[in-house]
């Protein structure tokens, strides 16, 4: 268990080389971090190389570290080891408010006593490039007030008298017109309403584009957020990295369970690759399973949207078949259609496997009539069947650490 083993650093696994070549083309570059909470260690072996202008989120459960990694590069925590450099620069050991960062705090953090022009009029003057004038710094503030649309009438107005969901986009503007190197993001869409939330989501992709020189690191537990607003995605799992990658690969192909638990809503279906094998042993032909793993510690993962539904096979096929159109199919019984608004969520189960779990399937077909308890044929291209670990073995993460602190 993470929490509980001493804590003593890992080698890291980049060579000094290879790391030297990194620093001069990435704007945030952290290798081998880990951080402590006491006795506790919170973070391990956190590697993360982002170019500039790139948007990363990093996604994970509540209490996986998420925040206690912001706050660490942002220089609020101490690293217990591994190197964080900002601009080629080795800031592991740089006091907070020299290190070129803006942090959006989870809980807000305004000054009850200001007013919001002058919170923005402090930020602005706090950029390390260089103190704007005071013309400047209105342009910046009217700029900012565009950019997020935020309404001027708040200017005069002291933090107590905004709504939390008002507040918390002023302190995202304060975040922002510092115009800081690396901008960290603590859940900037909480405590905002879907459609403010979806707004602010696209001012900030709007931000993003327009700023090359800011790089920002947005954590949050929400897939649909992640999948939305990154070039790249970390997610997160008891203080430890379970894979990297752009959205796509992330969903398409991700490398354990919990990570294809993550993105997707509804959620992907997890059928036990051992089951899935004994009903139907062709399928095993066509499927590519990580090495190392017994077929009991897999499990074959189905995206809701690959499930197709068709007729029933006329010559009463009861048994799955790989067709020769790359086609997995398999008897069903739908049990249940929600109409999700233009798209349904079907609950499907497979026949013969009463005792293994219901499949989701999302479909755009309006063919399918309402009733439930009928009995269809369910195809899916095996091309989009993935296989994936129950859960990761350490040399999968390249690291000899164990990921495995009990989460909240
Ligand atoms: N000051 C502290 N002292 C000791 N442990 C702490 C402290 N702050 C946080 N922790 C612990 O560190 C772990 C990670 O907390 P952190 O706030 O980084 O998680 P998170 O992923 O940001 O969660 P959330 O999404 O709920 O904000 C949790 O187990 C938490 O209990």
Redo the contacts with the bound molecule.
């Keep these: 268990m993470l ?1 509980n083993q001493p804590l003593q650093c890992v080698p890291h696994k980049l060579h000094a080389t290879s790391r030297r070549q990194l620093m001069s083309t990435h704007s945030l570059e952290i290798n081998g971090l880990a951080i402590d ?2 006795s ?1 260690r ?2 391990d072996d956190f590697d993360l190389a982002l170019a500039p202008g790139e948007y990363c989120v990093v996604l ?12 660490c590069i942002a220089g609020l925590l101490d690293a217990a080891c591994g190197s964080i450099s900002i601009d080629g620069r080795d800031v592991t050991h740089v006091m907070a408010r020299k290190r070129d960062v803006g942090l959006l705090f ?1 809980h807000d953090t305004m000054y009850p006593h200001l007013t919001v022009e002058q919170t923005l009029q402090i930020a602005c003057r706090a950029n390390l490039n260089g103190r704007p004038s005071a013309t400047e710094t209105n342009q910046k503030i009217q700029s900012m007030l565009r950019t997020l649309n935020l309404d001027p009438a708040w200017l005069p107005r002291r933090p107590e008298t905004l709504s939390g969901g008002q507040r918390r986009r002023v302190a995202l503007a304060k975040t922002l017109i510092r115009e800081p190197s690396v901008c960290l993001l ?2 900037p869409m909480a405590a905002i309403d879907r459609l403010a939330a979806e707004n602010l989501m696209q001012h900030l992709a709007d931000v993003s584009r327009q700023t090359d020189s800011t790089t920002f690191v947005h ?3 929400d897939g649909d957020e992640a999948m939305r607003m990154a070039d790249k995605i970390v997610v ?1 799992s008891n ?1 430890c990295i379970l894979q990297t990658g752009t959205p796509r690969e992330i969903y398409q192909s991700p490398n354990c369970t919990a990570v294809a638990l993550a993105l997707g809503s509804p959620s992907c279906n997890l059928l036990p690759m051992d089951e899935v094998l004994r009903s139907s042993p062709k399928l095993g032909e066509a499927l590519q399973s990580p090495p190392g793993y017994s077929n009991n510690e897999l499990a074959l993962m189905i995206r809701p949207e690959a499930i197709e539904l068709v007729e029933p096979d006329l010559n009463g096929q009861t048994v799955p078949t790989v067709t020769e159109t790359g086609m997995w199919r398999f008897p069903v019984t739908l049990l249940e259609q929600r109409d999700l608004g233009g798209r349904h969520l079907l609950q499907l189960q497979r026949i013969g496997l009463e005792d293994s779990p219901l499949l989701s399937a999302t479909t755009f077909q309006n063919s399918i009539p309402s009733e439930t308890g009928t009995r269809w044929s369910c195809q899916i291209p095996v091309a989009q069947l993935r296989v994936v670990a129950e859960s990761l073995q350490h040399s999968a993460l390249g690291t000899s650490t164990t990921c495995g ?4």
């Design positions: 929490g909470r006491g506790t919170i973070v994970g459960p509540s209490g996986c570290g998420k925040s206690t990694l912001l706050h989870q603590d859940e954590v949050t537990h997160m203080g602190r009990t989460e909240s």
